[in-house]
């Protein structure tokens, strides 16, 4: 089970700082035959904020760009949530839907209404889904289960598509049961390497402490290392997973990247995954009740450095089984270069809230279900009557943080004009994944 090498990455994270144009030139040549070491790894992270950094970035984004074009061709795959719940039995202090938050409104929606935004999003050509419940343990315990079921004909092997989710760490039985279910894989990210970091950010509930098979919280349980080892749990039980962490939320950014390419090197080595591992790049936003937003001070400029941290990931995992995810959580802009530089996967329509797509996705059913829709969800805000419009603009309040959002064409249009194309796997083709 995975361990953070804690003297090994910090060794290297304080080893030389910044490097002269002419050595970074060099290194990048060597990285077009070979992955980053570590000291190069910490070397470039060291030219941020330096008169160089825009120099070496550009060159760092270059020489990622050929390195994807070799591995990956000019396609990506897309994926995009179907939050389910938004209610959390965990508190971390950057999170919108932390447990204490009482500003925040709570949702949680039907099998109904999430198999009407499920097949809004397949036919607008966007492969994976990744079913959300965050630290709602009712949610995972008993809405999941039944969900994954209701929706695995959709996801044949035989199509290439994945049925993902994302929730708390989970025991090796619990991503076994779910399995078992129909999913394909888990996304989870670690936040932070460092857990004297982790545990002053996180501090209640499940995230915290850790769960047993029955769905209880572990008194005095280890939420760090529980969480850590989860990719070790869930491929062993046979899915599909994931890794990354916060940027900018360790003040040593250089420290949270080395051990993100360090964890994703050990599950490669160790389970040589048939699908890619997936190295995610979250990052906080404001959240929709500002005057609760307790996010730590950002100690990076996310939008300017998002396409070179995604870079330095692909360059450092080069010869690997990986794709690397930019998200939506940045401009579209920073988003895009990411995808042109790195990105091998990547949300497009994208909304953090339950129930997010519903007016959109309700367009295309029968009057009837929409109808019934639209007052089931009435009911659960307190019995309002309400139209589409105020829907929407009610739906936006249970959103984890504010998003970038575009409709996934919007999105296909722009990869195109950057020369990327949206790969299609509703057929049992994939992207090359070495």
């Not at 005095?220 to 869930?234: C, E, I, P, T, V």
């Not at 003040?251 to 389970?271: G, Q």
Request: net charge negative.
């Amino acid at each position: 089970m995975y361990q953070v090498p804690v003297d090994e990455l910090a060794a290297a994270s304080n080893s030389a700082v910044g490097m002269a144009l002419t050595d970074a030139s060099y290194i990048l040549d060597e990285a077009q035959h070979r992955p980053l070491l570590p000291s190069e790894i910490r070397g470039f992270i060291g030219m941020i904020n330096t008169p160089d950094f825009s120099t070496i970035k550009s060159m760092v984004l270059d020489c990622s760009a050929g390195v994807r074009a070799k591995k990956y061709g000019h396609s990506v795959v897309t994926v995009s949530p179907v939050e389910v719940s938004n209610r959390c039995a965990s508190n971390c202090d950057f999170c919108g839907w932390r447990a204490d938050n009482a500003q925040m409104g709570r949702l949680i929606i039907d099998e109904e209404m999430v198999d009407i935004q499920t097949q809004y999003l397949l036919e607008k050509g966007i492969d994976d889904i990744e079913l959300v419940g965050g630290d709602d343990m009712q949610f995972v315990r008993d809405a999941l289960p039944v969900l994954l079921r209701r929706l695995q004909s959709r996801f044949p092997a035989s199509s290439g598509r994945q049925l993902l989710f994302s929730t708390m760490a989970l025991t090796e039985q619990q991503y076994r049961n779910l399995a078992t279910c129909g999913a394909d894989g888990m996304i989870s990210w670690q936040e932070t390497y460092d857990e004297t970091l982790y545990n002053k950010h996180i501090s209640r509930g499940p995230k915290s402490r850790g769960i047993d098979d029955d769905f209880r919280i572990v008194k005095n349980g280890n939420g760090f290392l529980f969480r850590l080892q989860s990719q070790d749990r869930a491929a062993k039980a046979g899915l599909n997973v994931s890794v990354g962490s916060m940027l900018g939320l360790h003040k040593d950014v250089a420290f949270d990247v080395l051990a993100t390419v360090h964890h994703a090197r050990y599950l490669c080595r160790t389970y040589a995954p048939v699908r890619p591992l997936i190295v995610g790049m979250p990052t906080w936003n404001k959240l929709t009740t500002p005057e609760t937003d307790n996010r730590p001070e950002q100690v990076l400029d996310i939008e300017e450095c998002f396409s070179f941290v995604a870079s330095l990931y692909l360059l450092a995992l080069s010869d690997l089984n990986v794709w690397v995810f930019p998200t939506c959580r940045v401009s579209m802009e920073s988003h895009l270069e990411a995808v042109r530089a790195a990105g091998a996967y990547t949300s497009t329509e994208v909304k953090t809230g339950p129930g997010g797509y519903l007016v959109d996705a309700l367009r295309n059913v029968k009057p009837q279900l929409r109808q019934a829709t639209i007052e089931n969800v009435c009911g659960e805000l307190a019995g309002e009557k309400i139209n589409g419009n105020v829907l929407l603009k009610r739906l936006q309040f249970f959103e984890q943080f504010q998003h970038y959002h575009y409709t996934h064409e919007e999105f296909v249009r722009a990869l195109e004009a950057a020369g990327i194309s949206v790969a299609r796997r509703a057929r049992p083709v994939d992207l090359p994944a070495v």
